[in-house]
């Protein structure tokens, strides 16, 4: 077989597993990114494959929807999931990484690879006449954007993401926070801010009247609902946060012995535990009101921040009108989408997407048809979902979880129990998909 090429713009999770899928083919890669030539609002280093939003892939548990993503994953070669196994820092049953580390290990990787191209420079127009997959992300700039808009003969679709602030652990008062996970269970890998009732109160209204970051007046705020911003929660009632990112269930003070009335926690942020992340903290306050109204919660009154939080505008298209099973453009077979723009939303979904995307292409190339993963399996519902017209009418950017799997016949199962049958049957699934495309 000779080896053919391919076009990939974008260097994010997403283009990095695209372009792997597609070296360990035997085929050459040409991956654009345009960091350091030019930033996005949200990205500051110029490493392939920065996280940004979190250093959280979510669940690892083998009973969960990500958990299950992960593993399918795993078992398709991912260059993503092998590097964040490998930098994982600890975060109880969560898929945490050491997010530079993890960077650092998938450009390396990529590097050391017969066939791979990197080309730091902006692609502003569609490539015409190349095998090409667009993996620009949910920042995909101006004049990109434009481009692929012209593409489509469709307008995008937006949604408005926010990033949680960092601190630096020498400036959390360990006379205040304490060390637990939720009901004793796994290892005490957070830290944990309790409030009492009072303040709970004054941190809730310092929230709602806190200055926020202003859209622009041609901007249409649409959060989505997965990742909406800490004050949005706040203003949708008294008890919102208590039951949401500052629940205290589970989570007892061990100086008191009593839970109490929220709490505020903090994750791992790098192997060296020196920066903790707010987790569930989102937030479009301006910086000065962030660090006015975060230094109200017992603990860090000192605290000193790494990384303020921000916000800032996430693109994607139409997937289910636009794209086919396979992640191609309908109007033209040699485009791919992958990643968030595809209306995936999540790290581990995006690169699912980009793994996909990565397999079809060099199927293509080879001149073989490679069918959809089947719609039991997680990577298959997440493509099926963002490529079906079922989904079309009300279509937003989507995080796997089993209700978008196929349901069961599993009257008088408890919810664990239709969980691992889920599962099992997934990767069944994946194992014999897999074997019939060539793929183990």
Same mark, same amino acid.
């Given at each position: ?114 066939? /791979?191209?990197?080309? $730091? ?5 569609? #490539?015409?006449?190349? &095998? +090409? ?5 949910? %920042? ?77 007046? /041609?901007?249409?705020? $649409? ?5 909406? #911003?800490?004050?949005? &929660? +706040? ?5 919102? %946060? ?199």
């Amino acid at each position: 077989m000779k080896p053919g090429r391919v076009m990939i713009i974008g260097g994010g999770l997403a283009g990095c597993e695209a372009a792997w899928q597609l070296l360990r083919r035997g085929h050459r890669v040409d991956l654009y990114e345009m960091k350091p030539q030019r930033f996005s609002p949200a990205h500051k280093t110029e490493r392939l494959a920065e996280l940004v939003c979190s250093n959280s892939l979510k669940s690892n548990q083998p009973d969960s929807a990500p958990g299950l993503l992960k593993e399918e994953m795993r078992r398709l070669n991912s260059l993503i999931l092998s590097a964040a196994d490998q930098t994982a820092v600890a975060a109880g049953n969560a898929l945490a990484v050491d997010r530079n580390e993890f960077s650092r290990r998938v450009e390396q990787q990529l590097l050391g690879q017969e066939g /791979f191209s990197l080309h $730091r420079a902006e692609v502003a127009d569609i #490539p015409q006449n190349v &095998l +090409a997959v667009i993996a620009t992300g949910p %920042l995909t700039s101006d004049a990109l954007a434009q481009s692929i808009s012209q593409m489509l003969g469709s307008s995008y679709l937006y949604f408005y993401d926010a990033i949680a602030p960092i601190v630096e652990a020498d400036s959390i008062d360990m006379d205040k926070a304490y060390r637990a996970s939720r009901y004793g269970k796994g290892t005490p890998d957070y830290l944990n801010c309790p409030l009492s009732q009072e303040e709970y109160r004054r941190f809730r209204e310092a929230l709602l009247a806190g200055r926020k970051v202003e859209a622009r007046p /041609f901007e249409d705020v $649409r959060h989505f609902e997965g990742c909406l #911003p800490i004050e949005i &929660l +706040a203003a949708r009632g008294e008890e919102t %946060l208590a039951f949401g990112p500052m629940k205290p269930v589970g989570l007892i003070n061990p100086r008191t012995g009593k839970m109490p009335c929220a709490v505020v926690q903090l994750r791992r942020e790098n192997s060296a535990g020196t920066l903790f992340n707010l987790v569930g903290f989102q937030t479009k306050l301006t910086w000065p009101e962030q660090e006015r109204i975060f230094r109200m919660i017992p603990g860090l009154e000192h605290a000193r921040f790494a990384r303020m939080g921000s916000i800032h505008r996430n693109t994607y298209i139409h997937s289910p009108s636009l794209l086919l099973p396979s992640l191609q453009f309908r109007g033209n077979a040699d485009i791919f989408f992958a990643g968030q723009i595809s209306g995936v939303e999540g790290y581990v979904e995006s690169a699912a997407m980009g793994l996909l995307a990565g397999l079809n292409a060099a199927s293509l190339l080879e001149g073989i048809s490679l069918t959809p993963p089947p719609r039991e399996t997680a990577i298959g519902a997440l493509a099926h979902y963002i490529t079906s017209s079922e989904s079309a009418d009300n279509f937003q950017p989507m995080n796997i979880h089993f209700g978008i799997l196929p349901p069961l016949n599993a009257r008088g199962m408890k919810k664990k129990e239709r969980h691992l049958f889920c599962v099992r049957r997934s990767l069944e699934a994946l194992t014999d998909w897999a074997r019939n495309q060539g793929l183990s």
